[in-house]
């Protein structure tokens, strides 16, 4: 966004069997963000297991005695999905001359695009 200090942070929870994004938020990676992420997880899944870098904000939000770490190889899907964002959304790559300007727009790029990704996903066949 604009200035590298004003770096933005897109962070996501994705269902494992449907590989659809249930909420995400964007901003700084403190303690807050991360609380906003977990209060937007729809009610059924904040009793499920999670799956992080154990990264320490995480451990004071999300429950500790359902969280599995990285070094499981269970983090992939989201791996998978943030590059996947960055090949198909310019304004979300490292080192780019497309960004946004306003947080709103970048937002709303975002949103747009998890709108569009979970709707491909609802229409393949399992």
């Known amino acids: 966004m ?3 200090s004003d770096a933005q942070w897109v962070w996501i929870a ?3 069997r449907t590989r659809q994004i249930l909420s995400y938020a964007i901003g700084p990676r ?3 963000r991360c609380r906003e992420l977990y209060e937007r997880l729809p009610r059924a899944y904040k009793r499920c297991a999670t799956y992080s870098d154990f990264w320490s904000t995480y451990d004071e939000v ?3 005695d359902r969280s599995v770490g990285k070094e499981t190889g269970e983090t992939a899907h989201v791996e998978r ?3 996947t964002l960055r ?5 979300f790559t490292r080192k780019t001359l497309s960004f946004s300007k306003l947080k709103s727009m970048h937002e ?3 949103r747009l695009f998890i709108h569009q990704y979970n709707q491909e996903l609802a229409t393949i066949p399992t």
């Not at 090949?87 to 304004?91: D, E, F, N, S, V």
């Open 2 to 4: 604009g200035r590298k």
């Open 108 to 110: 709303t790029c975002l």
């Open 62 to 64: 999300f429950p500790h």
């Open 14 to 16: 994705l269902c494992r």
């Open 30 to 32: 403190d303690w807050y």
């Open 81 to 83: 999905w943030n590059n």
């Open 87 to 91: 090949q198909r959304l310019g304004r």
